[in-house]
């Protein structure tokens, strides 16, 4: 058999354990932490659901090896609590029974405790300590570690490696990056000590050298142990590339696998996690430069997705391994899809950003895309229906592509009707913003799968009450999605006027001067394409603020690319009149004045199509109505709702 990605599927041996592929699952945080910091059911079959998926390697995430220098809500592991070495048992068994090897990350947050904490004044009563006394940029008082408490930290993480080996796992994960502890004493801007710690890059790299001797000790020979590192801290007065090449060959005799990462808590979530405003593998370079210094295997990580980059990652040497977190949320089965030639079916992480926000908002987890992610215990098996049954799904955006591929997975027979000539719904118009692809590839992803699932699909189709009346359907499920927000304003409907949703028929009559009307999530990515462009433009908001609509992951990065951009911003406008020259608007004080553009882009927002609704209710006994149709809202939304409605039927 010849494998469509031959270096990407080639198992690898670390240490004295092997590995079925290339394709590793990165550290990601549980999604039901007990009160008492073990692993609780729900986060078993979160990190269960990579290991059925292919991946050759599942890090849980994370482990604090010292609770009493670090008090987060995140795993601890000792013998004293009560179901703390029996979680972690049951989670390595979880992992391993599907082949795939179990690791633990071993973390210590060190002055930024507390971090992941959904009550956020609660990082207030934990104590911070780093490498030096100092303050954090939110107020809370750091202390410098003592040399008795080093030691004690140190011995803590070999403790800790022991008792993970002890539950089952055959790897451990040190966290040396991202600007935790590890990282802190790396780094000459947390680390200002004088003594046999601090100063020199030889003496900043002891304590990582204690920490990694302290676990070999622990673990013994031939048990790999990946260390976690930032290629490079990637800000004024962190460590750069260079440092980090040093630091890398400092530490390589004490580790089996170099797990190459970017960035510090210092420099931005959206580096360390590349956005969807990055190229994917933007990161990929700080492991290839390494790579070429150490002896070790090298992991490397940061937005990737697409099989035939990471190929070419693992072809031309860049890397021995390629580790990814947020696109096996997305998909779990990537790597069984690689490795089986069925790289088409992948659904792709669309770097939303919805799984961290999620996770900061009520410590939970959901993915845009995946509606089983941090609920595998709700239905993880989509199984056949008692009775198979004639569904008519209405509309093929996201929520009606979800709900038709779901129910024909299920047995039944699926018509989904399409008003428009293409599958995907309001996802058909993000083809034209190059950072926003993915979103309009989902669309045809769902709708190849739904198709090979048995689903007919009939495009060019409206669905009338008489339509669904003659095709008497057990159930109908609908999901005519949202249309676009058209303000009673004059000249709105001028030839200088587009409406977001039309953008990707229109890109061509876009002028070199740009108003974006609606400073929503949409409005304001495609005031970023167009800066992205070289185009000038100004960004008019009725309300006070930007992108409310937005998480609060990816809302940051959203408003730093549009200061980065240099795009004119003019909230507490409301737009009066639209002319030849640009967007006549009413300032916070009621005075007329004219924002120049002679392109107006309309992205006033999305209104429920409750007409369509209304006029299908009664077509079917059973009737549902998901994804816009209710309420103006996200894709996740849409395809969890979709989900959800074929698996009741």
Not at 259 to 279: D, E, I, K, N, W
Not at 409 to 437: N, S, Y
């Amino acid at each position: 058999m010849i494998r469509k990605y031959p270096n990407l599927s080639k198992p690898i041996q670390i240490g004295n354990v092997h590995f079925r592929n290339r394709m590793f699952g990165a550290p990601m945080g549980g999604t039901d932490i007990t009160a008492d910091c073990t692993i609780g059911r729900a986060s078993t079959a979160f990190y269960e659901l990579r290991a059925k998926g292919g991946a050759a390697s599942v890090t849980v995430s994370e482990l604090v090896v010292h609770p009493e220098t670090e008090g987060s809500h995140m795993y601890h592991l000792d013998l004293q609590t009560v179901g703390a070495l029996s979680s972690f048992t049951y989670t390595a068994d979880a992992i391993r029974r599907h082949g795939a090897i179990a690791s633990v990350e071993l973390s210590h947050s060190g002055q930024y405790a507390g971090t992941y904490l959904t009550d956020k004044d609660k990082k207030k009563g934990l104590n911070q300590w780093g490498p030096s006394d100092g303050v954090r940029p939110d107020g809370l008082e750091v202390k410098a570690l003592t040399e008795a408490m080093i030691a004690e930290i140190v011995e803590a993480y070999g403790t800790s490696a022991a008792l993970a080996k002890r539950a089952g796992f055959e790897m451990v994960m040190v966290h040396g990056g991202h600007g935790w502890l590890i990282n802190q004493f790396l780094s000459p801007y947390f680390n200002k000590r004088t003594d046999h710690y601090g100063g020199s890059l030889e003496n900043r790299v002891r304590f990582a050298q204690e920490v990694l001797d302290s676990v070999r000790k622990a673990v013994g020979p031939g048990f790999p142990i990946e260390f976690r590192m930032s290629g490079s801290e990637l800000f004024d007065g962190g460590y750069d590339l260079t440092e980090g090449i040093e630091i890398a060959k400092l530490l390589e005799s004490r580790i089996d696998l170099l797990h190459v990462s970017a960035g510090t808590y210092q420099r931005g979530f959206g580096v360390t996690h590349p956005s969807m405003f990055l190229p994917h593998g933007s990161n990929v370079y700080l492991a290839a430069e390494i790579k070429k210094h150490v002896s070790v295997p090298v992991a490397t990580i940061g937005g990737l997705n697409d099989p035939k980059m990471m190929e070419e990652i693992i072809a031309t040497g860049k890397a021995d391994i390629v580790e990814m977190a947020r696109a096996l949320l997305a998909d779990p089965e990537l790597p069984k899809k690689v490795m089986t030639n069925r790289d088409d079916h992948i659904i792709h992480c669309l770097r939303c950003f919805t799984c961290m926000a999620e996770r900061a908002m009520t410590a939970t987890r959901r993915c845009a895309v995946n509606p089983l992610i941090g609920r595998e215990l709700d239905g993880m098996e989509i199984l056949p229906a008692a009775k198979s049954k004639k569904v008519l799904v209405v509309g093929a955006g996201p929520a009606g592509l979800q709900a038709a591929l779901t129910a024909a997975r299920r047995g039944h027979k699926v018509v989904l009707c399409e008003k428009g000539d293409e599958v995907g719904g309001i996802l058909v118009g993000e083809q034209a913003i190059p950072f926003k692809h993915e979103m309009y590839k989902l669309g045809v992803t769902l709708g190849k799968l739904a198709e090979e699932a048995g689903v007919e699909i009939r495009l060019n189709t409206e669905v009338t009450k008489a339509y669904a009346d003659q095709e008497n359907a057990d159930a109908i499920l609908l999901a005519p999605g949202s249309a676009p927000i058209l303000p009673p304003i004059p000249g709105l409907d001028g030839e200088n006027v587009i409406v977001v949703n039309d953008l990707h028929h229109r890109q061509d009559q876009v002028s070199d001067q740009v108003v974006v009307l609606g400073g929503g999530l949409a409005g304001c990515e495609a005031a970023i394409h167009f800066a992205r462009e070289g185009k000038q433009v100004h960004l008019v908001e009725m309300r006070a603020e930007l992108a409310p609509d937005a998480n609060i992951r990816h809302r940051p990065i959203l408003l730093g690319e549009i200061e980065a951009r240099g795009i004119k911003v003019l909230t507490g406008h409301k737009a009066v009149r639209v002319q030849p020259e640009g967007l006549a608007c009413l300032d916070g004080e009621g005075r007329e004045v004219l924002v120049p553009g002679t392109s107006v882009i309309c992205a006033a927002g999305q209104r429920p199509r409750r007409d369509v609704v209304n006029a299908l209710w009664d077509s079917a006994l059973e009737v549902a109505q998901i994804g816009d149709c209710v309420k103006a809202s996200t894709i996740t939304t849409a395809i969890y709702q979709g989900h959800h409605a074929a698996m009741d039927l």
